[in-house]
Structures are given as structure tokens and as C-alpha cells.
């Protein structure tokens, strides 16, 4: 059973920076499926954006503008385990941080980058973060 597991999340002041990690464990696809991992983020009251995504067979890594310049997402193969460096917070980052794995990575690029609902594969359970002084 594919599992993951987010961490990170926290009270920071604005400006400053995040490192939320997503444990990936279970059975992934094998890499034919061309699987990847997209992180997302819902506000109360505010529809579920997409944050950035990484392929799991070549890493490339894809953002919307509205983070590119500020969000980071990387991969440590032997720790199973997806970064989302996020930098220069504001207070209008504060969310609830997901992160998904999707067997179809043109799926999740879709997903993360123009909010077209695709059946993820697996969910994690959300970190909070809260940006404010």
C-alpha cells in the first residue's frame, strides 16, 4: 500500500524560509508509468493550487510562476523522500501543504500546473503552515 508522509510545516515569519519534506513508502509504479509527485496547498475557503512537481524517472521539475521564483523541490532517492524549499514567506502562503503521487506524470504536470483534477494515486495527510509575525 503506497503511503506518504508529510513533515515541515510550521509558524514562520514573513520572509522566511520552509523545508517541507513528503516520505514516499509501498508499492510505486514501476518506472514505464513515468510516475512523479506534485505538492499543493489549500487556504480555507480557497480552491487547492498547485505548487511544483518532479518526475521520479528523470526529475525534471516543473512550477507554476506564481511560486517559481520563491519554491524549490528536489528528490533524495535513498531516503524515498520530496523537498519543497520555500523561500521569502508570506502571509498569504499560509495553507495546508499537500503532497500526491500520481502513476501518470503528464497527469500531475496537468495537475500542478493548470488545476486539472486527476485521481492521485496516493495522498499524504498535510502540514500546516502558518506565516505571520
Known amino acids: 500500500q503506497l503511503r506518504l508522509v508529510e513533515s515541515g510545516g510550521g509558524l514562520v515569519q514573513p520572509g522566511g524560509s520552509l523545508r517541507l519534506s513528503c516520505v514516499v513508502s509501498?508499492?510505486?509504479?514501476?518506472?514505464?508509468?513515468?510516475?512523479?509527485i506534485g505538492w499543493f496547498r489549500q487556504a480555507p475557503g480557497k480552491e487547492r493550487e498547485g505548487l511544483s512537481c518532479?518526475?521520479?524517472?528523470?526529475?525534471?521539475?516543473y512550477y507554476p510562476d506564481s511560486v517559481k521564483a520563491r519554491f524549490t523541490i528536489s528528490r533524495d532517492k535513498a531516503k524515498n523522500t520530496v523537498h519543497l524549499e520555500m523561500n521569502s514567506l508570506k502571509p498569504e502562503d499560509t495553507a495546508v501543504y499537500y503532497c500526491?503521487?500520481?502513476?501518470?506524470?503528464?497527469?500531475?504536470?496537468?495537475?500542478?500546473?493548470?488545476?486539472?483534477?486527476?485521481?492521485?494515486?496516493?495522498w499524504g495527510q498535510g502540514t500546516q503552515v502558518t506565516v505571520s509575525s
Open positions: 509501498g508499492s510505486t509504479s514501476a518506472q514505464l508509468d513515468a510516475p512523479a
Open positions: 518532479i518526475s521520479l524517472n528523470d526529475d525534471k521539475k
Open positions: 500526491a503521487y500520481g502513476s501518470t506524470g503528464r497527469k500531475v504536470y496537468e495537475g500542478v500546473m493548470y488545476g486539472t483534477r486527476y485521481d492521485f494515486d496516493a
